[in-house]
């Protein structure tokens, strides 16, 4: 495998994880596609003190580390680069740490087995902040563990199942407040995990407007990217575990045409 010169387009990568052969891998992959590898780290310690060092675009990290493990990690770099992307790395799947994950502001999360087009594409994607690398995992493992932790909670109030539903009680939700009823619309979809190109098909609209319409929610509520979008969809109850990702049909929360 060669190296390839990096494009200066591309972002610079730091690699954060404790096995050597993973941090080694990452590299030769990412280099050959013309990403810079700026730096690696073989624990959570070091992985802050590299990431304010060299400002990487985005760290890939490892959940699990020593020292300082991966999460808290992925928290101190957002405090000091708050622009740094994260993709946190893990051998399951559905990791525990995952959802704390991205509520802390990780963009996403990729399994250590990925292919290596698959790895190039994901970094290139969450640097553009655009949209989040598997969006239907993501709310899988969203429900997943907002489930759980509702379950321990007693006495929790039963969350409305449907978008339409949820948004008869957005009153008590300030943090969406600021949103259109169409912008309300469009974070539900997000949070079922539809792209920008399902959102416009679902809403019959072009994916421009759909766009705008995501620029516009991230703006209000000074979101990062789409990850916390999902979460915070979920939070609010806006969406709710077990809620479907089937598509809903084309409406607004208000039963009529929402403002474009």
Known sequence: MTESTPDRRAPRVLVADDEELIRTGFRLILTSRGIDVVGEAADGVQAVAEAERLRPDVLLMDIRMPHLDGLEAAKRVLRLLPHCRVLMLTTFDLDHYVYAALAAGASGFLLKDVTAAHLAAAV?????????????????????????????????????STPAAAARTLAVHRDLA???????????????????????????????????????????????????????????????????????????????????
């Open 178 to 260: 600021p949103l259109t009823p169409r912008e309300l619309e469009v974070l539900a979809l997000m949070g079922r995990g539809l792209s920008n190109n399902e959102l416009a098909e679902a809403l019959t609209l072009s994916e421009a407007t759909v766009k705008t319409h995501v620029a516009r929610i991230f703006a209000k509520l000074a979101l990062r990217d789409r990850a916390q979008a999902v979460v915070l969809a979920y939070e609010t109850g806006l969406v709710a575990p077990g809620g479907g990702s089937g598509r809903p049909q084309k409406r607004d929360f208000q039963g009529r045409s929402g403002p474009e």
């Open 124 to 160: 290139r994607l969450v640097n553009t902040g655009d949209a989040l690398l598997a969006p239907s995992i993501t709310r899988r493992l969203v429900e997943r563990y907002a489930t759980a932790r509702d379950a321990e909670q007693a006495g929790t109030a039963h969350r409305p």
